[in-house]
């Protein structure tokens, strides 16, 4: 089983970022724990960050030929960015939304996603352990996918 962990514009600055909101462990860190907790799952787990729309929308296609599900970070393409959103709804594999932060307790802009509506589900708030909570969201959606 394969599973892309996608991050959108400004993730490769996890660590450096607004560390208050977003923690101070890098992508890296945040990357080699999702493969460690892989590796104990037996699934694979596939990286890609960019901070530009059009590469994440191809990254997205590709995923829907190569891979299993999709844990996806859009960043702040989550509240305006339909042809993400599109994309999403184009591929007929899973995607799991994730934010770092809770999305709700923070300005009015980011309250809405216009991701979640084509996600399987969301998890947000709960820091980059919400990325390993997620992992094992996707490995049971696929199991279940293959088994009815
Ligand atoms: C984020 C939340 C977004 O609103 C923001 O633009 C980000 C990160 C999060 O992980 O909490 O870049 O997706």
Redesign the pocket.
């Known amino acids: 089983m394969k599973i892309l962990i996608l991050n959108?514009?400004?993730?490769n600055l996890l660590g450096k970022r607004e560390p208050g909101i977003?923690g101070s462990r890098g992508l890296k860190q945040v990357d080699d724990e999702i493969t460690s907790l892989g590796n104990e799952l037996g699934v694979r787990a596939d990286f890609f960050q960019s901070n530009h729309e059009g590469e994440l929308v191809d990254r997205l296609h590709q995923a829907g030929e190569n891979e299993d599900a999709i844990i996806f970070?859009?960043?702040?393409f989550?509240?305006y960015s339909y042809a993400l959103r599109d994309a999403v709804a184009a591929i007929s594999i899973p995607c799991i939304e994730?934010?770092?932060?809770n999305?709700y307790a923070?300005e009015e802009f980011?309250h809405h996603s216009v991701i979640a509506p084509v996600a399987a589900g969301q998890i947000s708030g709960l820091g980059p352990k919400g990325y390993l909570l997620a992992l094992r969201a996707a490995v049971s959606l696929v199991e279940k996918s293959k088994e009815g």
């Open positions: 959108g514009p400004n993730l977003y970070n859009p960043g702040a989550t509240h994730i934010h770092l932060s999305i923070r980011r």
